[in-house]
């Protein structure tokens, strides 16, 4: 199966079904692994994009975090939660379909802190200067979980 159509068909009948028009689809070896649209709206979970669905499901089938030797395919660009997951399980290779100026005249999804035009700049801005209120607040106990993550970990001892 084509894994560009596949990324399509799923993403129609998603719109079809009351959903959001966005899909992925993980492929490995010309076998697709894992697929997935978007069910935020079906979900009330802002966290259920295409890629993240797909990217579990492809891990949990594997039993792995990383998607070496993979191709992801997504119908659009992804967004900054989405990027950072791809970057993360380290695929070969990620496949976008649309990007966002191009289906801007027909998707709409602004939020508080969060439009389609300005959220890759606002991501990137120095945290005390993002429109999303956020404090950094130090705490000892913090740093100590890390310490205690390296120590079970990687203790020579």
């Known amino acids: 199966m084509d894994p560009i159509q596949r990324t399509i068909d799923i993403a129609n009948a998603n719109v079809a079904e009351g959903g959001r028009p966005f899909a992925t689809v993980i492929a490995r070896d010309g076998e697709i692994l894992a697929e997935s649209p978007n069910l935020v709206a079906q979900t009330n979970d802002p966290t259920a994009h295409a890629e993240i669905l797909a990217i579990r499901a492809a891990c949990t089938a594997l039993g792995t975090e990383h998607l070496t030797g993979c191709t992801i395919y997504v119908l659009a660009h992804p967004c900054p939660m989405c990027l950072g997951s791809l970057y993360y399980c380290s695929p070969d290779r990620v496949v976008f379909l649309t990007q966002r100026t191009d289906y801007e005249p027909y998707y709409v999804d602004d939020r508080k802190y969060f ?30 979980v890390y310490r205690a993550w390296q120590e079970r970990n990687y203790s020579t001892t």
Not at 115 to 142: C, I
């Open 115 to 144: 439009e389609l035009s300005t959220f890759y700049g606002e991501f990137a801005k120095d945290p005390v200067e993002r429109r999303l209120p956020m404090d950094y607040q130090p705490h000892h106990g913090a740093i100590e």
